[in-house]
């Protein structure tokens, strides 16, 4: 957090973002996301209208989104809310980008589990081709950030790509889903274990094997 970057909101900014407003499309979601509460309870709206919000940015930019100080301002506009109040959502979820990213938003987990799984050589493939943690590649492609925990222990390391987690991770893994993206290719999610479904055993189930053999019936039993 010492190394988080100031908001920026300047002159430019403004200009660039001053006008924001919903798409046709994008306001009749905001608009059925709004009716899901009842009057009175708009702020509840913050965090599906801050990821439609993003979302469009990213759509007008062609990157994974980010939110400018002025698109934060509309949307505390839309649920008449202080700016701050809308502020504070922002700054508290790292889902929301507050500053520009690339078109591929790639958060490695730095944390423990991911850690001994070998995190670093995650970290190593994205260094090789050109990332720097915290930054954006030159040509606007990738941007690559540590984060922590995204519930994917049992198949650590993994890294999440925009909407998409890539699991059971290596060096050699990580470079062909960052080579794929690369080349505009859309590389499969998820565990990247061959034969691997989810996250189940590795080589079938160890416990309950005879329940599972034997196929018992236990319906009446209690």
């Known amino acids: 957090m010492a190394d988080a970057q100031a908001i920026e909101d300047t002159p430019e900014l403004r200009a660039r973002w001053g006008n924001f407003a919903w798409t046709a499309e994008n306001a009749a979601k905001a608009a059925t996301i709004r009716a899901r509460y009842p009057e009175g309870r708009q702020m509840s709206c913050t965090i599906p209208y801050l990821d439609l919000a993003q979302r469009q940015v990213g759509a007008e930019t062609d990157t994974q989104g980010w939110l400018p100080i002025p698109v934060i301002e509309f949307v505390a506009r839309e649920l008449d809310l202080a700016v701050i109040r809308v502020l504070e959502v922002a700054t508290f979820y790292t889902m929301f980008n507050l500053h520009p990213v690339g078109k591929y938003h790639v958060q490695v987990c730095g944390t423990t589990p991911c850690w001994l799984r070998g995190s670093d050589e995650v970290f190593a493939a994205c260094k090789n081709r050109g990332m720097a943690r915290g930054k954006t590649t030159p040509d606007g492609l990738f941007?690559?950030?540590?984060?922590?925990?995204?519930?994917?222990?049992?198949?650590?390391?993994?890294?999440?790509?925009?909407?998409?987690?890539?699991?059971?991770?290596?060096?050699?893994?990580?470079?062909?889903?960052?080579?794929?993206?690369?080349?505009?290719?859309?590389?499969?999610a998820g565990t990247q274990e061959p034969g691997r479904h989810t996250v189940e055993p590795l080589g079938g189930p160890t416990t309950l094997t005879a329940m599972v053999s034997e196929n018992h019936d236990y319906r009446g039993e209690w």
């Open 143 to 188: 941007t690559l950030t540590e984060v922590e925990c995204m519930g994917n222990c049992a198949s650590a390391p993994m890294v999440q790509i925009n909407d998409d987690n890539f699991e059971d991770l290596d060096y050699d893994r990580t470079a062909a889903i960052l080579d794929a993206l690369a080349r505009g290719e859309s590389p499969k």
